[in-house]
């Protein structure tokens, strides 16, 4: 076979291991464990890496595994999964007889938390004594301390080759245990084991030579480092010159060397590590390329690289080996067979928006905002009961109208798919033009491409009617008419815009721009706005901005707030407006006149009840879904989307 991404698709050598393409997983941990004292694993769990070995991927890497009882970060995220006990094998073997059955090779990340697995009450062992930002006792390790740690990581990896992993992944990045004795902004000791790099290094040829002796020269050894930490002004971390020169030591003694970026301890530095939206796909492609040039050993880069054409390239210029993806996969398990096959037009494409890991790596049920299978795998799994072909009728050509139309027809009903407007889109609409959406505006014309090779019979400027209905006499509707701006009662408010019209480009924006309501939207808005060089006040009634968004996005917004100086001012009512003016009364009660070229208003907004109450007897059979039933973030729309078609 030719293929389109000859580089991608072609074969390498890891240590003994034959790779069948350069696209390899990304280390993603075992999110779903059942609350129980042992841990234990689930049929969610199988099914997640099941997915990413029969879409193709090279190397499956579980991620996250825990070595030593000392390290587990259950206080900063879900419970990990604790390869240090043999009680982790026998769910362990399940797992890799599935990542084989497709034939991709398993892998596993070794870790531990280090400082980020001391929280109030738990102590952790670490680099030196300390107290915790999360508040909790890290405990400096001596050398029988240290000496008990390095046998774990050998110890783990011989549970992990009893379990069927072909190779093993060491972390040695992002702030973890052997990140932070690399790192000089957290290693100060004065030992054998501080001070120069050699020293800083030592525990991790320590550990490298510890997994060898338990299981053998010939068992591929995989190190994830971090190239440079990327901290903030003033914290010396490591630079990309010290992370050549541990790629040097490394070169020849592990088999593949996993180049990322940045620290899990700053969020300015976390964004490097798990890139955002707000920075260029492919971020830390530089870092592998400045160590390639010094080593024979093959060279992994990663940092949200989700289009194979630029995978491609990136392999062909010499800058890296090997590409590993993340959350590319999670959005599409499938995307390497659909590039290997062509059709990369298929590949469902990554928001960057961590709904994922924002929202599973804390509440431990990792979901997708644009893969409605993601914690679900029973859908992708099981056989899905035969269904009698039926018409289906939608109001709504926005996202979730979008996926129901598609998995209904995938289904083998017979689509309508009605929109008001002359374009498909619904609210993502908004996304044309800015330049971090640019994830949002991909996904929105991947759908209508979708649709596009389909049958749908797509109706534009068609608004669904009780005579529409009649008149296509469906044997089902689902409204996804979504939801409108609510309209704050604000004296003089119709001299504003919404913030939805000045996103479909209703309105010129000027140069100072003042936005009422500090939620996500109105907290995106400014930073567009900033961006592009305008100046954005926001003002906002409570105390908190941008309360809706998940953990790791709203550290990413809170870099580029921090980056441009937005003027955010909480606890602010906006009491009237003028043509040009805001009066505002903030908390102590003093007023305030605010001068602005434009003024928009993002405080929220409401379900089309009235629209969806005068279509709900029109059909027998009757659905609605997304911002008309409640509004919320995309991934409510789409999976309601997905839910309806298969309900019927």
């Keep these: ?51 990413r070995a029969q879409g193709g991927a090279a190397i499956i890497t579980i991620g996250d595994s825990i070595v030593h009882r000392t390290g587990n970060a259950d206080g900063f995220n879900t419970p990990k999964n604790m390869i240090c006990s043999v009680d982790s094998i026998p769910f362990l073997v399940d797992v890799t007889d599935e990542i084989h059955r497709y034939g991709a090779y398993a892998n596993i990340e070794l870790n531990h938390g280090g400082i980020r697995a001391a929280w109030p009450g738990i102590d952790s062992w670490g680099v030196e004594n300390c107290i915790a930002p999360s508040g909790g006792k890290v405990i400096g390790m001596n050398e029988e301390m240290i000496a008990e740690i390095v046998e774990a990581f050998g110890s783990s990896a011989e549970n992990a080759k009893k379990a069927g992993f072909d190779m093993v992944m060491i972390h040695a990045g992002h702030s973890w245990l052997l990140g932070q004795f690399l790192s000089p902004a957290t290693n100060h000791r004065t030992d054998r084991f501080g001070g120069s790099l050699e020293n800083r290094a030592r525990i991790l040829f320590m550990v490298i030579d510890s997994v060898r002796k338990h299981c053998g020269n010939k068992f591929p050894i995989e190190i994830r480092m971090s190239a440079a930490e990327c901290m903030p002004e003033g914290i010396n971390g490591i630079e990309l010159n010290e992370g050549i020169e541990l790629a040097k030591m490394l070169d020849g003694k592990v088999d593949l060397i996993h180049v990322s970026a940045g620290s899990t301890l700053y969020p300015s530095s976390e964004v490097i590590t798990h890139p955002s939206q707000f920075v260029e796909h492919g971020i830390n492609v530089k870092y592998a390329k400045a160590i390639k040039t010094y080593v024979k050993t093959p060279v992994v880069t990663v940092g949200t690289i989700s289009d194979p054409t630029m995978m491609d390239k990136i392999i062909a210029s010499g800058a890296a080996d090997i590409i590993a993806v993340g959350r590319g996969l999670i959005a599409d398990p499938d995307m390497p067979e659909k590039a290997r096959h062509g059709h990369a037009e298929d590949i469902r494409p990554c928001l960057r928006c961590f709904h994922c890991i924002g929202h599973g790596g804390w509440n431990g049920e990792l979901r997708c905002s644009v893969n409605p299978t993601i914690g679900r795998p029973w859908e992708f799994l099981l056989p899905r009961k035969e269904t009698t072909p039926k018409t289906l009728l939608i109001a709504g050509g926005g996202p979730g109208g979008m996926e129901a139309a598609l998995t209904a027809y995938n289904q083998g009903h017979k689509v309508v798919l009605c929109e008001k407007e002359n374009v498909l889109g619904g609210t993502i609409r908004y996304s044309e033009g800015i330049d971090f959406k640019i994830d949002l505006w991909n996904y929105l014309n991947y759908l209508i491409d979708q649709i596009k090779k389909t049958d749908i019979d797509v109706r534009l400027n068609t608004k669904v009617t009780k005579e529409l209905v009649q008149q296509i006499s469906p044997n089902c509707l689902i409204v996804a008419i979504g939801a409108k701006p609510i309209i704050p009662p604000i004296q003089g408010v119709e001299k504003a815009t919404s913030l939805l019209d000045a996103h479909l480009r209703k309105v010129p924006i000027g140069d100072r721009v003042i936005i009422i309501g500090g939620g996500l939207a109105g907290i995106e808005a400014a930073i567009n706005y900033a961006r592009q060089g305008k100046t954005p006040i926001v003002l906002e009634m409570g105390d908190k901005y941008a309360p809706e968004s998940n953990t790791m996005h709203r550290w990413a917004i809170e870099v580029e707030i921090e980056k ?22 903030n908390i102590s009660g003093e007023c305030i006149t605010l001068q602005g070229d434009t003024i928009l208003y993002a405080v929220g907004s409401c379900a089309r009840e009235k629209e969806v109450e005068e279509l709900r007897d029109s059909c027998e059979e009757f659905q609605w879904i997304g911002d008309c039933r409640k509004p919320g973030q995309i991934i409510g729309a789409v999976r309601g989307g997905f839910d309806a078609a298969l309900n019927i």
């Design 1 to 51: 076979m030719v293929h389109t991404y000859s580089h991608l698709f072609s074969p390498i050598k890891v240590g003994n291991l034959t790779l069948k393409n350069r696209l390899i997983s990304s280390p993603i941990s075992l999110f779903d464990l059942e609350r129980t004292p042992e841990h234990r694993r689930s049929f969610n769990d199988l099914g997640f890496y099941k997915q």
């Design 564 to 585: 441009y100086n937005i003027d955010i001012r909480l606890n602010t009512k906006c009491v009237a407006i003028e043509n040009n003016s805001v009066d505002c009364e």
